[in-house]
């Protein structure tokens, strides 16, 4: 059908249904899983993959040259995300599978494990109900480019890679105050995390090849592999500092797993935008339309423009204009429908602000079907407001804007003629500025996954960050 001359009407619950549920994200996994295991039979398949329910667990590769503390950081992030922990060792040292017992077999004979057999055990490890519903975390695999080809061909694929990078001379010190404890393979520091417990203290123990001479060695291996496993991992690696304290390294780690990557669903932004008189909303919302053509939508303007225009809303609206009262909901709501539901809002998506002021301005917003995708809370101190709104000024001549602070007037005759719009005068300004911070709690709690920033700085710094908010997906919030 040719869509210029019947164009298709998209109801907004249709987008909405498909970025609440994932629907194309589930898509897109499960035909990556159909195309990489090429099931005889692709309905059973598809059906066991969603009873899984599993595309959002864990699947981390950690990597870092010796005395890194990657096995730290791997099991630190394994109890924090209730995830699997999968290392070289513990792959050998299991129980109930043959597998593990041949490779015993041959570390103890070669002190080394083939790739070959690393990787059948990865895949015998990884298929195993636990992995499956919780997710893995491989520490120091792959160890080699040719490792992680292989992996990649048997359809293992992570979706964060850390890298842990420090200077060689750091390392090999670190590296020498190595010891570990026996009972729980913890690993402490003669300098950097010694043990209170005199018990503990006791039974530690100096693990083998850390000598200077030796981890140089490792060190220049792991260089030597390292810079041709990256390329295998373009677009889910981050390399993190990691010659700094443990708990910071860990706390980056933790962060960038907890963030989504960006995906090729198709997005229609929904925006909101909420602060207090005086935070840049306007403007920020005026960037928003004009970069990325968004529907401007200001509730204040949006009542005025039905006055302006005569419409029925408008003749509803025009006594509390007249009587300088508030405007009820209801009416509100249903100018603001009518804009909300015309189809450029829905095709292009928009960006309001000045409405909803309060828990149930929100409600009644959401209940009709408009719920914002990406909501930003504009938070600008008390004194910041006032200096920003009391000392605005028009010029009743010409209609020019100044501000007596960071665009004066530039004569002595324009700047005698000016005047202040009630609405700017210190009072009038903190009367609105405690009615917002009185509901602006439960608008916070209500729209969970908002984010918050500091709108007292440079307008384009924050118009960045509100950027980079809508482009990429929600961070999962960190327990």
Known sequence: MDATTA??????????????????????NMLEQLLIHQPKDPIPFMISHLQQDNDNVPKIVILGPPASGKTTIAMWLCKHL??????????????FSSLAEVARKHYQKMKKLSSTLLIKLIQERLKEDDCIRQGWILDGIPETREQALSIQTLGITPRHVIVLSAPDTVLIERNLGKRIDPQTREIYHTTFDWPSESEIQNRLIVPGGISELETARKLLEYHRNIIRILPAYPKILKVINADQPCVDVFYQALTYVQTNHRSNAPFTPRVLLCGPMGSGKSLQAALLAQKYGLVNVHCGQLLKEAV???????????????????VPDSIIMKVLSQRLSQQDSIQKGWVLHGF??????????????????????????????????????????????YHLMYKPPPTMEIKARLLQNPKD???QVKLKMDLFYRNSLELEEFYKHAITLNADQDPYTVFEYIESGIINPLPKKVP
């Not at 209730?82 to 129980?95: F, G, Q």
């Not at 302006?308 to 508030?326: H, T, V």
């Not at 079907?369 to 028009?394: A, C, K, W, Y």
């Open 7 to 28: 164009p298709h009407h998209i109801p907004p619950e249709m987008p909405q249904y498909g970025e609440t549920y994932h629907v194309f994200e589930l898509m897109q």
């Open 82 to 95: 209730s995830s699997n922990l999968v290392t070289v060792e513990n792959l050998i040292a299991r129980e």
């Open 308 to 326: 302006a225009d005569e419409s029925k809303f408008g003749e509803l609206i025009q006594p509390y204009f007249q009587k300088e009262m508030a």
């Open 356 to 401: 909803p002021k309060d828990l149930d301005q929100a409600h009644m917003l959401n209940s009709l079907g408009f719920q914002p995708n990406r909501v930003f809370f504009l938070n600008v101190p008390f004194d910041s407001v006032i200096e920003r709104l009391t000392l605005r000024r028009i010029d009743p001549v010409t209609g020019e804007r």
């Open 425 to 427: 005068t210190e009072e």
